[in-house]
């Protein structure tokens, strides 16, 4: 027994604690790569909101304005919208969208890749905001019975970000009306009736229709699952738009305002033309 000896501990500490400093290192360094990454991510989405917003502020600024002063137009409420920059900018466009209780005031576009705008501004810039547009099998004249508008739901509020809001009976009663505006000078009231959480894999949308029967039961339909009530009443005769983004609910969610189309041109009318400065 006498020629046994026993472990050398200290060399076997030194060994534990060489490789306890090894993968102590490597999961530092993992740590400081995913906040790095963490960090870099957030610096991009932070950048690219800003510059989407940036963007559109800019726009609605230099061409868009509500009930400025035009003593010489009538007694109708002026708006004046500048299309022939917004050509300019971008062929695309065939009207603009405006509501005045919320953050929604934006061109509307249609291009023959009904993708193209989930991810490029009006400006054309790549950027994850895209930009509110019609399919391209609808009439750039908003004369289909139903007009589908697409947009992305953002967290911020941008783009289609209150839509969801309409889940609630209280953000309806206290925002029930849209402007849109064609390039032809048309101004419609855009009226919700009904809202609705869908799934996207469903085929849940219908824009053209048969008979007056068919319309009816489809506007029936919605009126019955609609996430509020509302009084608006929807003739036969009348169009609707219908604004679609996704929703959180659940997943591939999408939400769907349907709205009716009226024609207010006889309450306001459409100045073409740049914006004057503040200081003009």
């Given at each position: 027994?006498?020629?046994?000896?026993?472990?050398?501990?200290?060399k076997?500490?030194?060994?534990?604690?060489?490789?306890?400093?090894?993968?102590?290192?490597?999961?530092?360094?993992?740590?400081?790569?995913?906040?790095?990454?963490?960090?870099?991510?957030?610096?991009?989405?932070?950048?690219?909101?800003?510059?989407g917003?940036?963007?559109?502020?800019?726009?609605?600024?230099?061409v868009?304005?509500?009930?400025a002063?035009?003593?010489?137009?009538?007694?109708?409420?002026?708006?004046?919208?500048?299309?022939?920059?917004?050509?300019?900018?971008?062929?695309?466009?065939?009207?603009?969208?405006?509501?005045?209780?919320?953050?929604?005031?934006?061109?509307?576009?249609?291009?023959?890749?009904?993708?193209?705008?989930?991810?490029?501004?009006?400006?054309?810039?790549?950027?994850?905001?895209?930009?509110?547009?019609?399919?391209?099998?609808?009439?750039?004249?908003?004369?289909?019975?139903?007009?589908?508008?697409?947009?992305?739901?953002?967290?911020?509020?941008?783009?289609?970000?209150?839509?969801?809001?309409?889940?609630?009976?209280?953000?309806?009663?206290?925002?029930?009306?849209?402007?849109?505006?064609?390039?032809?000078?048309?101004?419609y009231?855009?009226?919700?009736?009904?809202?609705?959480?869908?799934?996207?894999?469903?085929?849940?949308?219908?824009?053209?229709?048969?008979?007056?029967?068919?319309?009816?039961?489809?506007?029936?339909?919605?009126?019955?699952?609609?996430?509020?009530?509302?009084?608006?009443?929807?003739?036969?005769?009348?169009?609707?738009?219908?604004?679609l983004?996704?929703?959180?609910?659940?997943?591939?969610?999408?939400?769907?305002?349907?709205?009716?189309?009226?024609?207010?041109?006889?309450?306001?009318?459409?100045?073409?033309?740049?914006?004057?400065?503040?200081?003009?």
């Amino acid at each position: 027994n006498g020629d046994l000896k026993q472990p050398d501990q200290k060399k076997k500490k030194r060994k534990l604690s060489a490789a306890g400093a090894w993968v102590f290192r490597f999961l530092f360094v993992l740590a400081l790569g995913s906040a790095v990454y963490s960090g870099y991510r957030f610096w991009q989405i932070y950048s690219e909101r800003k510059q989407g917003t940036g963007a559109y502020d800019q726009l609605t600024d230099q061409v868009m304005t509500i009930g400025a002063d035009n003593a010489d137009v009538d007694t109708r409420i002026p708006i004046r919208l500048d299309f022939a920059a917004l050509e300019e900018i971008n062929s695309d466009v065939i009207g603009w969208l405006v509501q005045d209780t919320s953050v929604i005031n934006y061109p509307i576009v249609q291009n023959a890749d009904n993708d193209y705008y989930l991810n490029h501004l009006f400006t054309g810039e790549w950027n994850h905001m895209g930009c509110v547009f019609a399919l391209n099998s609808s009439a750039p004249d908003f004369t289909d019975t139903n007009t589908p508008l697409f947009a992305h739901g953002r967290k911020d509020g941008t783009m289609f970000g209150t839509l969801e809001k309409y889940e609630s009976q209280a953000y309806y009663d206290e925002h029930r009306e849209f402007l849109l505006i064609t390039k032809a000078g048309v101004v419609y009231l855009l009226e919700p009736f009904a809202g609705s959480i869908n799934d996207a894999k469903d085929q849940f949308l219908e824009t053209g229709f048969a008979s007056e029967e068919e319309y009816l039961s489809y506007l029936q339909y919605w009126f019955d699952r609609s996430t509020f009530v509302s009084d608006v009443v929807v003739y036969p005769t009348d169009r609707i738009v219908t604004m679609l983004t996704c929703s959180d609910d659940f997943a591939d969610a999408r939400y769907a305002l349907f709205c009716k189309m009226t024609d207010v041109s006889d309450r306001y009318t459409v100045v073409s033309g740049p914006v004057p400065s503040p200081e003009s």
